[in-house]
């Protein structure tokens, strides 16, 4: 303790005199309410990053899109790990690109190369229609057409 001259006449109280309480409730509750949130947050995803059908559409209609604009880089973006392989970006008009502007006019369910995917059907405004091959790696990619 400290001696020497105190502005009052008593001495400093112990800082600390009862007897320690515990607060598990409160580790209960930050825990448990951790799980619920992220509980939560799976449960809502679809919501926010739409059903993986609504995934497939969009990442073929950005992907037909950016082709349009003349945006092949987009377009590379957007393609499976197997299709920047095979196809080099600037094969990519000659490979993918139809006449016009192309618009997605519907989605299947399918299996592609063993593994869950979606027939995306695109339709260009100067005739003709195509149906690019999607699947979720690392995100909706277009995987070739069919």
Not at 2 to 14: C, H, I, K, M, W
Request: net charge negative.
């Amino acid at each position: 303790m400290s001696t020497g001259p105190f502005l009052y006449d008593d001495e400093p109280a112990p800082l600390h005199t009862g007897t320690p309480r515990r607060r598990q409730g409160l580790l209960v509750l930050i825990f448990g309410g951790t799980a619920v949130l992220a509980v939560l947050l799976v449960a809502l995803m679809p919501l926010i990053k739409g059903s993986p059908e609504e995934q497939a559409s969009e990442a073929a209609g950005v992907f037909v899109a950016a082709l349009a604009e003349g945006d092949l880089e987009t377009a590379y973006g957007l393609l499976c790990e197997d299709e920047r392989n095979r196809v080099a970006v600037e094969d990519l008009e000659t490979e993918y690109a139809g006449s016009g502007t192309a618009s997605v006019t519907g989605t299947e369910a399918t299996e592609v190369d063993g593994e869950p995917g979606y027939d995306v059907t695109v339709r260009w405004s100067e005739g003709g229609s195509e149906v690019l091959k999607v699947i979720n790696e690392d995100g909706a990619s277009v995987c070739g057409t069919g």
